[in-house]
């Protein structure tokens, strides 16, 4: 059935004239690389989308055995690489280097195919960037996961903690930065065992206890679990069958208008705050106590902090 299924893709993509590829390389739960493909063509009465294949990759998986197994599919099924008009990846130098990425050899077969970037992917890059406070505290929070769950005897002990407490919960999760939907999931479970694993860490006599006992940490870390969380929302609802920049980037719209409808007024009040970011460049706010006033004219006028 497998193949009758192949077959009839295949088969569709010929008689369409042209299709377009999105192709994802990654590592399954028991770390095995894996190559997916999907298409997306022409059919009879509308634009149909279908999975290709998913091919394990072995050896060194280079951009050169990612290319060599679609290569070697498209030979196999007869398909030509003229056809294939779009191609959309992760933007990764592997994927998209001019030299040695995966598109510069598919280039030397279709000059004319164009890259996209995937839109999930821009998303999940741009949800990366974080102060350095916060990328601090998700530092802090692997370390701790990978101290309870990469050491057996450490996993086994925790368990038992939990098991022994009631926790709903009995085990953190890994955190991998491949994995798009990982971090959200990650961190809440941290943040729901945090009474458990401060316990845990306090009994090890492990450092990182003490960022238990910090009340901005715990807060920060409650912060990121949330944010992550409705992130994961976000990456889920950009998933799915006939997805396409039109509809994705209305839906990203609407998310911007709530926003604004949220915080209507925030650029004018972030403005107002100028005094307190740099008190050296701005007037002195007229509208806070006099007492801190004279305190304000104090720090702006010392020329050591200036300096």
């Known amino acids: 059935m497998g193949i009758d299924i192949i077959d ?7 008689a369409s004239g042209t299709f377009a590829l999105q192709l994802d390389e990654s590592t399954d739960a028991s770390g095995e690389a894996q190559l997916i493909a999907f298409v997306r063509y022409k059919d009879t009465l509308e634009m149909n989308e279908h999975i290709l294949f998913c091919k394990k990759l072995t050896g060194r998986t280079t951009r050169q055995d990612v290319f060599n197994v679609i290569d070697n599919f498209f030979s196999q099924h007869k398909l030509d690489w003229k056809s294939c008009s779009y191609v959309c990846t992760d933007g990764a130098a592997a994927m998209t280097g001019r030299v040695n990425g995966l598109m510069a050899h598919i280039k030397k077969v279709n000059p004319d195919v164009t890259w996209t970037h995937c839109m999930i992917h821009r998303e999940a890059l741009a949800s990366k960037r974080m102060s350095p406070e916060l990328n601090d505290v998700l530092n802090d929070a692997v370390k701790v996961i990978n101290f309870i769950q ?86 889920l609802s950009l998933q799915g069958k006939d997805t396409n920049v039109l509809a994705l980037h209305t839906h990203l719209s609407k998310l911007k208008n709530e926003f604004n409808s949220y915080f209507p007024d925030i650029d004018n009040k972030s403005s107002t705050l100028d005094w307190v970011r740099n008190p050296f460049v701005t007037c002195i706010n007229s509208n806070i106590p006099a007492r801190l006033q004279e305190d304000l004219i104090d720090v702006s006028s010392d020329r050591s902090l200036k300096m």
């Open 150 to 235: 990469s050491r057996p005897l450490n996993h086994r002990l925790f368990q038992s903690l939990c098991e022994d407490g009631g926790s709903e919960h009995k085990q953190l999760l890994l955190h991998t930065d491949v994995r798009w939907l990982s971090r959200g999931k990650t961190l809440q479970r941290l943040f729901e065992l945090r009474n458990e694993v401060r316990a845990f860490l306090s009994e090890h006599t492990h450092p990182l206890v003490a960022m238990f006992d910090d009340a901005d940490w715990v807060a920060r870390l409650g912060y990121l679990s949330d944010i992550f969380s409705k992130l994961n929302q976000l990456n």
């Open 8 to 14: 009839q893709v295949v088969e569709r993509c010929k």
